[in-house]
């Protein structure tokens, strides 16, 4: 593998609502607090400027009280359609690197499919990890509904 070479995850899941409201759950705060993160995790802050170029930050927190920071930048939103923005890790108020998630929300069974791609991780055991989160956040957004 060269040093310069990226990598990326894909993850799909059908939800039993409709796009708008599973579109809704990743772009307003009071929505996002309700499932964001991991299982096991919480969210008690989610801010969000749903815009080209609006920025959005959520706090995760373990039960333990640990929390975790991640930010990013809106780059193209597309309501009830598609979502994307970029992701970053802040570690004391300084940002780790910079990925991009991309989602897309199309009516499928009676509810929605949401297409996640994020990409831009430097290491497979960091593409992994993000795997797994996704995965289980995604769980937490179909206890939602």
């Known amino acids: 593998m060269s040093g310069n070479q990226v990598l990326g995850l894909d993850l799909s899941r059908v939800v039993k609502a409709k796009p708008g409201a599973v579109f809704d759950a990743f772009t307003k705060s009071d929505e996002m607090k309700k499932w964001w ?14 815009r080209p170029g609006g920025a959005w930050e959520t706090l995760m927190q373990a039960p333990d009280g640990t929390t975790r920071d991640v930010r990013g930048t809106f780059t193209d939103i597309e309501p009830g359609k598609k979502l994307a923005y970029t992701w970053a890790w802040y570690t004391d108020g300084k940002p780790g690197a910079e990925s991009k998630v991309a989602l897309e929300f199309a009516e499928k069974d009676g509810g929605t499919e949401v297409r996640l791609h994020h990409d831009g991780f430097v290491t497979q055991e960091e593409c992994t ?16 509904f």
């Open 37 to 50: 993160g991991p299982e096991g995790m919480t969210c008690p802050n989610a801010d969000i400027d749903l």
């Open 129 to 144: 990890q993000h795997q797994m989160g996704w995965a289980s956040s995604l769980n937490c957004l179909e206890q939602i």
